[in-house]
């Protein structure tokens, strides 16, 4: 069965520096999505990228968050300069389409720790 | 702001016996509703969803009740197994075009042998 899978699985960061997560959706969905959860607390929506744009963004992703589909199969996001309060888990997520249509499926994610 | 509230931080069942999780949202927008599982380290999987014109959908031992008057809605898993013990995570996506899921905290299941 198709999954969403995602690289690295653990990442470990000094305070402003930049990282980049990279996810692989699944091959026939269209709609992609960043999420994160810091420990101990609920899973939160950062944004959504549709047609090569941003559909839809939270006010946890201001100007340091920024994602890419650089080819045809990866989608990526960074933070330029990453914060403690940065540290969580990251899970991408992907759809066909728009939820209440199809489901957004996730990715197994990845621990970031900023030190 | 709590839109989706998962009031019960953990559930212990005995195996086979019906386990019940609960989920209250506040937003009237809500219109479609899904239940996620997950295990330790692993990302959010799919269970089940529901759309606000149901009130019931079913799918093998998962079945998902909407209460839209109550704003309330609730998993049924009948019956519970040892591989069923994870957090459940209600999510909710509003019907104004949002894209991004409205989790609540979750509900740690254990189911006990």
């Known amino acids: 069965e198709p999954e969403v899978t995602q690289t690295p699985s653990h990442q470990v960061t000094q305070m402003g520096q930049e990282v980049i997560l990279r996810c692989v959706p699944i091959?026939?969905?269209?709609?992609f999505y960043w999420y994160r959860q810091i420990l101990g607390q609920k899973v939160e929506f950062l944004v959504s990228?549709?047609?090569?744009?941003?559909?839809?963004k939270s006010e946890i992703f201001d100007d340091q968050f920024s994602v890419e589909r650089p080819d045809g199969s990866n989608f990526t996001l960074k933070i330029r300069s990453t914060k403690l309060e940065d540290s969580a888990m990251y899970f991408c997520?992907?759809?066909?389409?728009?939820?209440?249509?199809?489901?957004?499926?996730f990715g197994p994610g990845t621990r970031l720790l900023v030190l | 702001d709590q839109q989706v509230k998962q009031n019960s931080p953990s559930l212990s069942v005995q195996e086979g016996r019906i386990s019940i999780l609960n989920c209250d949202y506040t937003?009237?927008?809500?219109?479609?509703f899904l239940w996620y599982k997950k295990y330790p380290a692993e990302g959010p999987t799919f269970l089940i969803s529901?759309?606000?014109?149901?009130d019931k959908n079913e799918d093998g031992r998962f079945t998902v009740f909407l209460n839209k008057s109550a704003k309330h809605l609730s998993l049924h898993i009948v019956p519970s197994q040892p591989g069923d013990s994870a957090v459940y995570f209600c999510?909710?996506?509003?019907?104004?075009?949002?894209?991004?899921?409205?989790f609540g905290k979750g509900t740690h299941l254990i189911i006990q042998p």
């Open positions: 997520a992907s759809s066909k389409a728009r939820t209440n249509q199809e489901t957004q499926y």
């Open positions: 091959s026939n969905h269209l709609y």
């Open positions: 990228f549709y047609n090569n744009e941003i559909s839809e």
């Open positions: 937003n009237s927008m809500f219109d479609y």
């Open positions: 529901i759309s606000s014109i149901k």
């Open positions: 999510a909710a996506l509003s019907g104004g075009g949002a894209d991004g899921l409205t």
